[in-house]
């Protein structure tokens, strides 16, 4: 690495994680990267307790700033974040991830090839053992498949692994912070900012997710994604002064059938079936919202 690798900004919004986010610190403290070019902005979304103590020890390794604010969600933490940065180039990931020590690397090869575009990493799920964990990401990736310009759609990147030139962000005003919950907000940011710069997709930014769930979680997870897509289909109608609309019947079908083209893991049927029960409890969440509107 040397002087003309361009300059990032870590961005990570936390809320009462404090273990999660001293391992996302410390696997970040391991890029392979000049540390002189990059700095980490941690925001405590209000967090119970103080995370002063799980930034100070990573303070003499990488460089760090704390910032905390009133609990307001992610999309408010991470435009707090933005703010205050003072990278070319923004990166994002969430205190339950942690970076592969390529990360930044990776991203600032792709910027150098296509430097107005946001970068989507691949995430992969740390938790391989959790079918709920499991089913969650296989449904991200299926998304990736699905929202692809080589087929004719708008692209999608998750924003726990997502990297942009900070001056595309500034002009599009960040993170909707309206959305109800940590839902969809990211797919908003995504659509507006597909208008009017690239999207591309680089599957060797890799991180590994640390997301515990159980059925309980799973549900209340994807009845809040079905919030989310509510929000987010009601305002791009508006955006485009068009009446709502959602996916066509060919996106389930083809989202049930998914877990069986995968490598071996956790068995397909049960995969399939909690993709099934993600869709009931997305639908319920989109129904909810549209019915307290």
């Known amino acids: 690495m040397n002087s003309q690798d361009p300059n990032f900004s870590i961005i990570i919004p936390t809320y009462n994680r404090p273990e999660r986010l001293a391992n996302c610190l410390q696997a970040i403290a391991k890029i392979i990267y000049s540390s002189d070019r990059f700095e980490v902005i941690v925001v405590d979304d209000g967090s119970e307790s103080l995370l002063d103590g799980v930034v100070a020890p990573l303070q003499n390794k990488i460089k760090i700033k704390l910032l905390r604010q009133e609990n307001a969600g992610p999309a408010a933490a991470r435009n707090r974040g933005a703010k205050e940065a003072q990278g070319e180039f923004l990166a994002f990931t969430d205190d339950d991830c942690q970076p592969l020590p390529n990360w930044l690397s990776q991203f600032a090869a792709s910027l150098a090839t296509a430097p107005k575009a ?135 079908f083809d989202l049930l059938s998914y877990p069986f083209s995968q490598e071996a893991g956790q068995p397909k049927v049960l995969i399939s079936s909690l993709f099934f029960l993600s869709q009931v409890a997305n639908v319920s969440g989109f129904f909810w919202e549209k019915l307290n509107t």
């Open 118 to 252: 946001m970068i989507g990493g691949k995430t992969i799920n740390a938790l391989s053992d959790n079918p709920f964990s499991t089913a969650s990401q296989e449904l991200i990736d299926y998304l990736y498949e699905y929202y692809n310009p080589a087929k004719g759609k708008k692209a999608f990147f998750a924003s726990n692994n997502i990297a942009m030139p900070k001056s595309g962000f500034d002009s599009l005003g960040g993170f909707d912070v309206s959305f109800p919950l940590a839902a969809a907000e990211d797919r908003d940011f995504c659509d507006r900012w597909e208008a009017s710069y690239p999207m591309v997709y680089d599957p060797e930014a890799q991180i590994n997710h640390y997301h515990h769930l159980n059925f309980k979680s799973f549900w209340r997870q994807h009845f809040g994604y079905g919030r989310g897509a509510f929000c987010f289909h009601q305002l791009r109608a508006q955006r485009a002064a068009k009446e709502l609309e959602v996916e066509p019947l060919s996106f389930y």
